[in-house]
């Protein structure tokens, strides 16, 4: 099983599981949110690998600059790295994004829970 199919599998059943209680739980809230930034994290990390590879070379060294451009780096990293290479490093920059992403969206949402229950009284 292909670590999509995992993935799409674990996004449905939270999404069913959200839809069926009125509010998102913390819990509710962590994993979609890790399971979103996991998604846009896998979509941008080549961009954000090309942008710090191209910023890597400053004004001082532009005549020692590995690329030329955008598409003279995606090409170079394809050519010399494979397209592996485009997603070097990712799993470092993964787990920081997607637990930044849950554990801020869970804390948003049991702080949104509790100050509900202190001003209003409501319990939801």
């Known amino acids: 099983m292909s670590i999509v199919a995992v993935l799409g599998a674990g996004v449905l059943v939270v999404v069913l599981l959200a839809l069926c209680s009125a509010a998102l739980s913390p819990m509710d809230a962590f994993l979609l949110s ?5 998604g846009a994290t896998l ?4 961009m954000l690998l090309i942008k710090s590879r191209l910023q890597a070379s400053s004004a001082a060294t532009a005549s020692e600059a590995r690329y030329r451009g955008v598409l003279h780096a995606v090409l170079s990293i394809v050519r010399l790295e494979g397209w592996a ?6 799993q ?3 787990v920081q994004t997607v637990l930044a992403a849950a554990l801020l ?3 948003k949402e049991q702080v949104y829970r509790t100050t509900r229950v202190l001003l209003l009284g409501v319990r939801k």
């Open 43 to 46: 979509v941008t990390y080549p």
């Open 34 to 38: 890790a399971l979103a930034k996991l």
């Open 85 to 90: 290479g485009l997603f070097k490093g990712m």
């Open 92 to 94: 470092v920059k993964m």
């Open 105 to 107: 969206m869970s804390i």
